[in-house]
């Protein structure tokens, strides 16, 4: 049973500290999203990838987020310095996109990172 | 610019109660609408597409161009469809496969 995998589940730290969150795509699927969940703003897109090359992070704050997929298996999403209004469950959800003529592909959600910034 | 409004952040029915969640988008080309769910303690998961026009778990969503609207709608809620649900747009063009979600709505269906 393929998942999305994500770690840490739960990660409290200090405002001003770096943290990064992981993410492992199921394998074969080419597209891979990041999301920020809160009760306000709902699923705020962040960064989404394909075939590991950025293709949006224009929901990001560049000063301080960054997203990377150094490998097909791995996806990662970094903040620094972190602060309080980032805390948040960040979501990574993977798919099989094929652009021009396929149909958005199902996504498939992580299980979430709850990050708390005190 | 893609967007995604869900009005309702809450919304409570009785068991065999009608419900309809609300969905309106906003974007100049052809989209393809989705509504996901997150029941308690389980992932965000794909309940129904548009461009399948297929029910699930007895909910049903038309696709309205006309009114930019995608609501879902069940005839008799049950209370095991007390959830998150997301209302979501992809895009096309070079945007393709870019997935917007609205603010979500919490169901809730008591006894």
């Known amino acids: 049973d393929a998942r999305v995998t994500q770690t840490p589940r739960h990660k409290v730290t200090e405002m001003g500290q770096e943290v990064t969150m992981r993410c492992q795509p199921i394998?074969?699927?080419?597209?891979v999203f990041w999301y920020r969940q809160t009760m306000m703003q709902g699923l705020e897109l962040l960064a989404y990838f394909r075939n590991r090359a950025p293709l949006d992070d224009s929901g990001m704050p560049k000063d301080r987020f960054s997203a990377e997929m150094p490998d097909a298996t791995l996806a990662t999403l970094k903040i620094q310095p972190s602060e309080p209004r980032d805390s948040a469950v960040y979501f990574c959800?993977?798919?099989?996109?094929?652009?021009?003529?396929?149909?958005?592909?199902?996504?498939?959600f992580g299980e979430g990172s709850r990050l708390t910034v005190l | 610019a893609q967007r995604v409004t869900q009005p309702e952040k809450l919304l409570s029915v009785f068991k065999g109660a009608p419900v309809e969640l609300k969905c309106n988008y906003s974007y100049s080309g052809s989209p393809e609408l989705f509504w996901y769910v997150q029941y308690s303690r389980q992932r965000l998961q794909l309940l129904l597409r548009h461009i399948s026009r297929e029910s699930i778990k007895g909910f049903t969503a038309d696709l309205n161009k006309g009114e930019t609207s995608f609501h879902l709608k069940k005839p008799f809620a049950q209370e095991e469809d007390s959830a998150m649900y997301y209302c979501a747009l992809s895009a096309g063009g070079t945007s393709y496969g870019k997935l917007t979600f609205g603010q979500g709505t919490i169901l809730t269906v008591h006894p």
């Open positions: 959800a993977s798919g099989f996109m094929n652009p021009p003529r396929g149909n958005t592909g199902e996504l498939f």
């Open positions: 394998l074969g699927h080419n597209t």
